[in-house]
């Protein structure tokens, strides 16, 4: 009964690399959430998908963020020409089509240090 | 408009004591959801309200939807030193169903 699988845990970048992040939801889910938290701070939202498309990336930087949720494979973040100001947990979480409006489940998040 | 209040933003209690936290915005929330966070761990939901009014137990924990959709508390009663972390209100306001916003956490401490 596996839950929402994040990797790598813990991801180290120079600046100017990119970075890919990666999350595969609990089986059975379709949607999938992107989080960034900063230390000391909440959770702010930046992208939700379904299979094959964004439904809103409103959250989401417009220059070197993107993501993706094919149809078969993880989805990814990923980060084009990395800051320092990139530097933060970024959290997946997916929720059941019924509910699909509700992060029910996240992962343990991947931590990006940007050197 | 559309930003949690959550308060407050850090407590530090005694074994054994009842804990009360909440959120409050100044917009009306179709939905309230309570998350608790461990150091190096996602988020896990606790409860999730979905009509104004309601009122849910998980265990030890409670928490309510405000009458006038715009608060929500949670109350953990007898705190055990594993309670510690942080909790997280979230909430999907109205019109806007697709849309999850967080508060920025009250952070439980318990005593020895």
């Known amino acids: 009964n596996a839950g929402v699988m994040q990797n790598p845990r813990h991801l180290v970048r120079r600046r100017g690399q990119e970075a890919r992040l990666r999350c595969s939801p609990m089986k059975g889910h379709s949607h999938v959430y992107w989080y960034r938290q900063l230390p000391e701070e909440g959770l702010k939202f930046m992208v939700y998908?379904?299979?094959?498309?964004?439904?809103?990336e409103s959250g989401m930087p417009k220059e070197r963020f993107s993501a993706e949720f094919p149809k078969e494979g993880p989805s990814i973040l990923r980060i084009q020409q990395v800051v320092r100001g990139d530097s933060a947990a970024y959290f997946c979480?997916?929720?059941?089509?019924?509910?699909?409006?509700?992060?029910?489940?996240f992962g343990d998040g991947t931590r990006l240090s940007i050197l | 408009g559309q930003q949690l209040n959550q308060s407050p933003q850090s407590m530090f209690i005694q074994e054994g004591e009842d804990v009360s936290m909440n959120c409050t915005s100044s917009?009306?929330?179709?939905?309230w959801l309570w998350y608790k966070q461990e150091p190096g761990e996602g988020p896990v939901l606790l409860i999730a309200l979905y009509k104004a009014g309601e009122l849910t137990s998980n265990g030890r924990l409670t928490a309510q939807f405000g009458i006038t959709r715009k608060d929500s508390f949670l109350n953990i009663s007898a705190s055990i030193p594993s309670d510690v972390g942080i909790y997280f209100c979230?909430?999907?306001?109205?019109?806007?169903?697709?849309?999850?916003?967080f508060g920025k956490g009250t952070r439980l401490h318990i005593l020895p």
């Open positions: 917009s009306i929330f179709n939905t």
């Open positions: 998908l379904q299979k094959e498309n964004i439904i809103d």
């Open positions: 979480a997916s929720s059941p089509l019924e509910i699909s409006n509700q992060p029910q489940h």
């Open positions: 979230a909430g999907t306001p109205k019109g806007r169903d697709d849309k999850i916003i």
